[in-house]
């Protein structure tokens, strides 16, 4: 498993959402691109590299070439999404904080310097695509995986990867058993063998793990942020082992480490995406086979984001102190640096006590960000939210803003495509349906707190009208950014 710093929640070590610090983030109209120093951290996950620090191990072609055109395109002042969402001012904040020294090269200079610590290997790339590529799939006929004969060293990869999920749910307990063992029908088993039966026998499929690498890496990322990627390395690696096993006990403990690593991936969300898009490519060619089955199980995370989309149907929310709970590491006693600045600056924007230990309770690797007259702000909430007349400290810049927008969150027209995604990766309370997006501009400079937004717990009661409430845990992922704002410094 990985030995990537993490949180923990209720004993249970959670990966961080948001990657090591410094880190930068660049967005192509098809593709994310991650920058990173090279280090140990990132070299756990080798795997997913887009290039790998020593050009020896693979490297992706066509995720190079995309990656160099829009170097180019800002090096000569143009970006995918327009100008001034700030891409190449946080080129110069990754440097400054990566160096400790001020960045004095021109952008021309500075997109020639990343492309050289790209190329030496001190920097790495992950690239996650929006919409992988799924040819691999349409190779096979998604018929039932036959029972297994004889001893687990003679298994084929597929048989294998079939086991492993069936002891998925003796790894689980409550809630998260049924909600797997609801998963486990024979279509889904049946896209599972195919599409994990590949790097299950270390390529059996020529090309298969990279293939599957980039389709999990890029759902991952886009669904949960870095913890996403930790996990779903860590359940690819689970796999691996599954296929190398010899007998049953081996199969299990794989189990053990697949069920770790899924419950960071929402257990079953990032399968049942997985689904969706084999079942979209199979329907869009003729392929047989029947839809995924669509009703997850009863207060699942499916189930709680199904409800939240069409109004939390049937929920309730609990009126308790730890209703919604982020995941903390604010201690008021005794601050990091960047909180002590962060609570600073703050207060210097004149919130009250309790919005400021909200602000640093959700948040993390707090930055400030000088903001100008004309700068973009945005505000996600209810229909008929006032944001002049309810002033909030959790805020959109532009870079948060255009972040939901390579994810598909929201459209380039501005619309809301997924609310369940908003809410996940801004980690919204229960009472934000997300209706709306509201647009401001900064009105005179004025200095921003950005931080990473942690994950989070919410309490509900779902009663469909058996006469029996059940009470459950929401877990949020994070994952965004924010931004607290002087309200008097933006035109609504």
């Known amino acids: 498993m990985s030995n990537t710093p993490k949180l923990y929640r209720q004993g249970i070590s959670v990966p961080l959402p948001f990657p090591p610090h410094p880190y930068l983030e660049l967005r192509g ?103 992988p590529h799924w040819g691999i799939i349409r190779k096979t ?3 039932p995986v036959s029972d297994p004969s004889g001893p687990v060293a003679t298994w ?34 049946a896209v599972m063998a195919a599409f994990l039966g590949g790097i299950a026998v270390v390529q059996a499929i020529p090309g298969a793990d990279a293939v599957v690498d980039t389709m999990i890496a890029g759902l991952a990322w886009w669904q949960f942020g870095w913890a996403g990627v930790i996990a779903a390395k860590d359940f690819v690696e689970a796999v691996v082992e599954a296929g190398r096993a010899t007998n049953r006990q081996e199969i299990m403990l794989a189990a053990k480490l697949a069920a770790a690593a899924l419950v960071s991936l929402g257990l079953t969300l990032l399968l049942r995406k997985i689904v969706e898009r084999v079942h979209d490519v199979r329907w869009s060619d003729g392929g047989a086979g029947e839809p995924p089955s669509s009703k997850p199980a009863t207060g699942s995370t499916d189930d709680m984001m199904n409800r939240y989309r069409t109004g939390n149907k049937g929920v309730s929310y609990p009126r308790s102190d730890d209703q919604f709970t982020p995941e903390s590491s604010y201690d008021p006693d005794n601050p990091t640096a960047n909180q002590r600045d962060a609570l600073d600056n703050l207060r210097a924007q004149r919130w009250d006590s309790d919005k400021i230990d909200q602000v640093l309770n959700s948040g993390s690797n707090f930055e400030t960000q000088t903001m100008y007259p004309g700068d973009p702000v945005f505000k996600i909430g209810n229909a008929g939210l006032d944001p002049a007349g309810s002033p909030s400290p959790y805020l959109l810049n532009g870079d948060s803003y255009n972040a939901l927008v390579g994810n598909g969150s929201i459209g380039d027209d501005g619309s809301i495509l997924d609310r369940p995604g908003i809410k996940q990766t801004l980690a919204l309370p229960c009472y934000n349906l997300a209706q709306n997006i509201f647009s401001g501009t900064i009105n005179s400079q004025t200095t921003a707190v950005v931080s990473n937004i942690n994950p989070a717990s919410e309490l509900f009661n779902l009663d469909d009208g058996t006469g029996s409430p059940l009470a459950g845990k929401l877990f949020i992922s994070g994952g965004g950014s924010q931004a607290s704002i002087d309200p008097d410094a933006i035109n609504w």
């Open 29 to 131: 109209l098809h593709d994310g691109y991650l920058i990173l120093p090279h280090s140990i951290e990132t070299q756990e996950l080798h795997r997913f590299m887009m290039i790998h620090h020593d050009r020896a191990w693979k490297t992706d072609p066509i995720g190079e070439y995309r990656l160099d055109r829009l170097l180019d395109d800002l090096k000569n002042g143009h970006s995918p999404f327009g100008r001034g969402i700030g891409d190449m001012e946080s080129i110069r904040r990754f440097y400054t904080s990566w160096r400790h020294v001020p960045v004095m090269e021109t952008d021309r200079a500075l997109v020639d310097r990343i492309k050289y610590d790209i190329w030496r290997g001190s920097l790495v790339v992950f690239r996650f695509e929006r919409d």
């Open 141 to 143: 006929s998604l018929e």
């Open 156 to 189: 084929s990869g597929e048989q294998k990867v079939v086991a492993l999920f069936r002891d998925i749910p003796d790894c689980l307990a409550g809630a998260a058993k049924a909600e797997f063992e609801a998963f486990l029908t024979p279509t889904n088993l």
